[in-house]
């Protein structure tokens, strides 16, 4: 079965790190691209960045870039969204998606990875 | 920074026509792609390259796309297709993707 599965639920503290994982099977992880997607509470999709895992390839959403970091182990198949200090804006469901093979729209999504920043 | 903009909601009886617009500059020269996302669920992807449907979409999902303008319709609308709907596209670089704010749309 073709699937994308994200890590668990996280509570963080600001000012802490995080790193969240999405791990690809049932297809040939290095010839996709990997997106990002926040999800604030109540609000819409915000595109983050995506991630060739082929060659790390990689590229930010203006608004996103600077603020973390998409990265990719091939050799586990897995993609990798990090913070090096979250605030408390951060708070907001997280979803990475696979770009389709010959088109730009994601064809397939992790079922999403909760981020809770609260001191 | 590139955008595409949305209505908030769309309402519709069941068995009506909804239809969903979503415009932005790039549109004449990108393509547009729909998600569907019904509460506390992924998106799903229901139209892709302005007007085709993955497998396992009903055939009352389909889109058009023409200048500035891309739209979801979906002839027939059921309860079951009360979600949220998201257009995305890509900036006219190709490498940076945008998502319009969202319609809820409301069945009943």
């Known amino acids: 079965e073709v699937q994308l599965v994200q890590s668990g639920a996280e509570v963080k503290k600001p000012g802490e790190s995080l790193k969240i994982s999405c791990k690809g099977s049932?297809?040939?992880?290095?010839?996709?691209?990997i997106g990002w997607v926040r999800q604030m509470p109540g609000k819409g999709l915000e595109w983050m960045g995506i991630?060739?895992?082929?060659?790390?390839?990689?590229r930010y959403s203006p608004s996103f870039q600077g603020q973390v970091t998409i990265s990719a182990d091939k050799s586990i198949s897995t993609a990798y969204l990090q913070w090096s200090s979250l605030k408390a804006s951060d708070t907001a469901m997280y979803y990475c998606?696979?770009?389709?093979?010959?088109?730009?729209?994601?064809?397939?999504w992790g079922q999403g990875t909760m981020v809770t920043v609260s001191s | 920074s590139y955008e595409l903009t949305q209505p908030p909601s769309v309402s519709v009886s069941p068995g009506q026509t909804a239809r969903i617009t979503c415009s932005g500059d790039?549109?004449?020269?990108?393509?547009a792609y729909w998600y569907q996302q019904k509460s506390g669920q992924a998106p799903v992807l229901v139209i892709y390259?302005?007007?085709k449907r993955p497998s396992g979409i009903p055939e009352r999902f389909s889109g058009s796309s023409s200048g500035t303008m891309a739209t979801l319709t979906i002839s027939g609308a059921q309860v079951e297709d009360e979600a949220d709907y998201y257009c995305?596209?890509?900036?006219?670089?190709?490498?940076?993707?945008?998502f319009g704010g969202g319609t809820k749309l409301t069945v009943l």
């Open positions: 998606a696979r770009k389709g093979y010959s088109y730009d729209g994601f064809d397939m």
């Open positions: 049932g297809y040939s992880f290095t010839n996709y691209w």
């Open positions: 991630i060739y895992p082929g060659d790390s390839d990689t």
């Open positions: 790039a549109l004449p020269k990108k393509y």
């Open positions: 390259e302005d007007s």
């Open positions: 995305c596209s890509t900036d006219s670089s190709g490498n940076h993707w945008v």
